[in-house]
């Protein structure tokens, strides 16, 4: 009934500062208007942002992972400028089916998908759920597969918790993001360190009340234990890279899901925190570059 309360972000007033925009297009399908951002040729590669966020994390990766493949990077339902979506459709099988939808109609089928933090669940689930996804690479950064010890959020925390109580508390956290100095609290908080236009992207998401509404409603919706009691069924290529200062999803989480899944291959990104792909895009993406053609 809040819904109505929360509009997303306005497309035309960030068009003109938003990175990659001329890669941008808004496409409908399975009851979601989408915002992705599309660019390259060569094998199809899946970009799954994390909670809180939207593609604007690949902004580095977008150019360099498109001179190998053609790369999707939608925004999650919800997020930044895609609509929230029909009932369910935040929860982590209503977000496998949902995006099984967008590349139904875009035509494409990835062979590598590339998933950080709760991203890498989305990926793992569409994998585990599509047939037509049997054979795909699976790429997780920072993956959160395993429910967090005592973690609600990588960003909110208890505000996650408060959202299930109280719904109008999302346009109270979005007044905290736009308090100076804030983000750059909460993202310091993960490990990682961000440059002046990263934080200015994610204060500009984090303050929109709606973008909010919908990442603590995700957060209500989220359960993982479902999805790690399948991971054991997962033949896919799967590939980690685990930041080594990683303040938000554990690395030692990793050697748990390594022990689900034997075949698992686990890669250490030194002296990076949770956002390791932004801190470093070029070393993120000769990454997934090396381990997509090793698959």
């Given at each position: 009934?809040?819904?109505?309360?929360y509009?997303?972000?306005?497309?035309?007033?960030?068009?003109?500062?938003?990175?990659?925009?001329q890669?941008?297009?808004?496409?409908?399908?399975?009851?979601?208007?989408?915002?992705?951002?599309?660019?390259?040729?060569?094998?199809?590669?899946?970009?799954?942002?994390?909670?809180?966020?939207g593609?604007?994390?690949?902004?580095?990766?977008?150019p360099?992972?498109?001179?190998?493949?053609t790369v999707?990077?939608p925004?999650?339902?919800?997020?930044?400028?895609?609509?929230?979506?029909?009932?369910?459709?935040?929860?982590?099988?209503?977000?496998?089916?949902?995006?099984?939808?967008?590349?139904?109609?875009?035509?494409?089928?990835?062979?590598?998908i590339?998933?950080?933090?709760?991203?890498?669940?989305?990926?793992a689930?569409?994998?585990?759920?599509?047939?037509?996804?049997?054979?795909?690479?699976?790429i997780?950064l920072?993956?959160?597969?395993?429910?967090?010890?005592?973690?609600?959020?990588?960003?909110?925390?208890?505000?996650?918790?408060?959202a299930?109580?109280?719904?109008?508390?999302a346009?109270?956290?979005?007044?905290?993001?736009?308090?100076?100095?804030?983000?750059?609290?909460?993202?310091?908080?993960?490990?990682?360190?961000?440059?002046?236009?990263?934080?200015?992207?994610?204060?500009?998401?984090?303050?929109?009340?709606?973008?909010?509404h919908?990442?603590?409603?995700?957060?209500?919706?989220?359960?993982?234990?479902p999805?790690?009691?399948?991971?054991?069924?997962?033949?896919?290529?799967?590939?980690?890279?685990?930041?080594?200062?990683?303040?938000?999803v554990?690395?030692?989480?990793?050697?748990?899901?390594?022990?689900?899944m034997?075949h698992?291959?686990?890669?250490?990104?030194?002296?990076?925190?949770h956002?390791?792909?932004?801190?470093?895009?070029?070393?993120?993406?000769?990454?997934?570059?090396?381990?997509?053609t090793?698959?």
């Amino acid at each position: 009934m809040y819904d109505s309360f929360y509009p997303g972000m306005a497309w035309s007033a960030h068009r003109a500062t938003w990175p990659h925009a001329q890669d941008s297009r808004f496409v409908t399908a399975g009851a979601i208007d989408w915002h992705v951002q599309i660019r390259g040729q060569g094998p199809c590669l899946l970009l799954l942002h994390g909670t809180g966020s939207g593609n604007f994390s690949w902004r580095g990766l977008l150019p360099l992972l498109a001179a190998h493949f053609t790369v999707v990077a939608p925004d999650l339902p919800g997020h930044v400028f895609s609509s929230r979506g029909p009932e369910g459709a935040l929860s982590l099988p209503g977000m496998s089916e949902g995006l099984r939808g967008l590349l139904h109609q875009l035509q494409l089928t990835p062979q590598v998908i590339v998933g950080h933090s709760a991203g890498a669940a989305i990926g793992a689930q569409m994998v585990l759920s599509h047939a037509s996804l049997a054979h795909s690479t699976l790429i997780g950064l920072n993956p959160a597969w395993l429910p967090l010890p005592g973690v609600s959020s990588w960003l909110f925390g208890p505000a996650a918790k408060l959202a299930q109580l109280n719904p109008l508390s999302a346009w109270a956290t979005a007044k905290m993001a736009a308090q100076p100095g804030a983000v750059a609290r909460w993202i310091e908080r993960t490990g990682s360190t961000l440059d002046a236009p990263g934080l200015a992207l994610y204060a500009s998401v984090l303050k929109n009340s709606g973008h909010v509404h919908s990442v603590l409603s995700m957060m209500a919706a989220w359960r993982l234990k479902p999805l790690a009691a399948r991971l054991s069924d997962l033949r896919n290529p799967v590939f980690m890279a685990i930041a080594d200062k990683d303040q938000t999803v554990p690395p030692a989480l990793a050697d748990d899901a390594c022990l689900c899944m034997p075949h698992a291959q686990k890669i250490i990104q030194h002296g990076l925190g949770h956002l390791a792909h932004e801190e470093d895009p070029v070393g993120t993406a000769e990454l997934i570059v090396r381990l997509s053609t090793s698959s």
